[in-house]
């Protein structure tokens, strides 16, 4: 692929809903890129978000994608219209930000794989928790040997969300377990079998899971644990709020999203935790900045993705059967 040598990258969104105010500040933090213009499928939200990103609005996405000015494209929507979008735009011939989870199956993101290789074209996931500096030694130190042996590794989430927000999501299985499942790919590498359990604990109409938990066996021999939950912030002394450890013989390592707390609401959350558009920030940054303009691999792939969603299908049928999934 041709790397892009143009002194300012253009971007354009399609869908801009909360997660869209995170983008945009990223891109304003990358100084050889800027945000061109965006489209959104309800116009009065096109328009206001405009307003507040300083950039233009398209009346169709299909006019965004065949702008010249615009050669990476940020999706998103919905779950559900992820393909449909990143396709217009990779036959367009653009880049492409696909949010996660990125496809609704394993064949819709095999797709995206063979149109990016197709188009010649970066189609990088929306894995953002991965790009944040200790994440990144956690990786380095396991695969130096630095922590001997590993023997376990946690994800933990425990952010309450409003119903009316969940209701936005599928379950915490697809839209939070996709974070974790990403996380332990990075860090530590595939599961060979897991069993998974969720329940429904804290909404009064909203029916899919807000609290789901997952065993797992790693090719490595180690044991891992996942807890996704909207139903209750963590409020205790060193609160679960995100957590990451990775256990070994010889050292371990954290990350927790408690590291860095402001006190105003942040977008859907009661507090604001600085990782949360700090990793977006350093995503986008390696978006742009390293794939498109030095040729770079995504730190995480859309073949992570695949494994990932191939994690999120075996904890859901796992549920379904109250059985242990062989991956
Ligand atoms: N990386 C993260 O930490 C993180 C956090 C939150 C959300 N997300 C992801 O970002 C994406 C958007 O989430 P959000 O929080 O902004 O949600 P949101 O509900 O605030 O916005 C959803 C957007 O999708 C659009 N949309 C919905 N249905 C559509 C359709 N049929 N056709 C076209 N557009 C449609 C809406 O107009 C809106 O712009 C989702 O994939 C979500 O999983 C990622």
């Keep these: 692929m041709a790397v892009l040598t143009k002194p300012l990258i253009g971007v354009g969104f399609i869908g801009v809903g909360d997660i869209s105010i995170l983008h945009a500040r990223a891109v304003q933090k990358c100084h050889g890129a800027h945000l061109v213009g965006l489209w959104n499928r309800s116009s009065d939200r096109a328009a206001q978000r405009a307003r507040e990103f300083g950039c233009s609005v398209y009346a169709t996405p299909q006019e965004l994608v065949n702008d010249p000015a615009i050669d990476a494209v940020f999706v998103l929507t919905n779950l559900e219209t992820h393909l449909e979008y990143t396709q217009l735009a990779l036959q367009a011939g653009k880049h492409v ?5 990125v496809g609704v199956s394993i064949a819709e993101i095999e797709q995206m794989q063979r149109l990016a290789q197709a188009n010649d074209r970066v189609c990088m996931p929306g894995h953002n928790y991965i790009y944040e500096a200790s994440m990144n030694r956690t990786k380095e130190l396991v695969e130096a040997g630095d922590l001997g042996k590993i023997v376990s590794a946690y994800v933990m989430y425990n952010i309450h969300h409003p119903e009316e927000v969940a209701k936005r999501y599928p379950g915490v299985v697809r839209q939070i377990l996709t974070h974790h499942s990403y996380i332990l790919l990075y860090l530590v590498g595939k599961p060979v079998e897991l069993c998974a359990m969720k329940a429904t604990l804290h909404y009064k109409e909203y029916t899919e899971e807000d609290i789901a938990m997952v065993q797992m066996r790693l ?109």
């Design 97 to 101: 930000l696909v949010e996660k989870p």
């Design 219 to 327: 090719e490595n021999g180690a044991l891992a644990h996942f807890c996704a939950s909207f139903a209750a912030d963590d409020h205790a002394a060193d609160p679960w709020t995100v957590m990451v450890k990775v256990i070994g013989t010889a050292g371990s390592t954290r990350y927790s999203y408690r590291d860095h707390v402001e006190i105003k609401p942040g977008l859907v959350h009661s507090q604001t935790y600085t990782a949360y558009q700090g990793s977006i920030i350093n995503e986008v940054k390696h978006f742009l900045e390293n794939c498109l303009r030095r040729g770079e691999a995504p730190l995480s792939t859309l073949a992570d993705a695949i494994t990932a969603q191939k994690m999120i299908e075996a904890a859901e049928k796992s549920i379904a059967e109250k059985s242990v999934v062989q991956l």
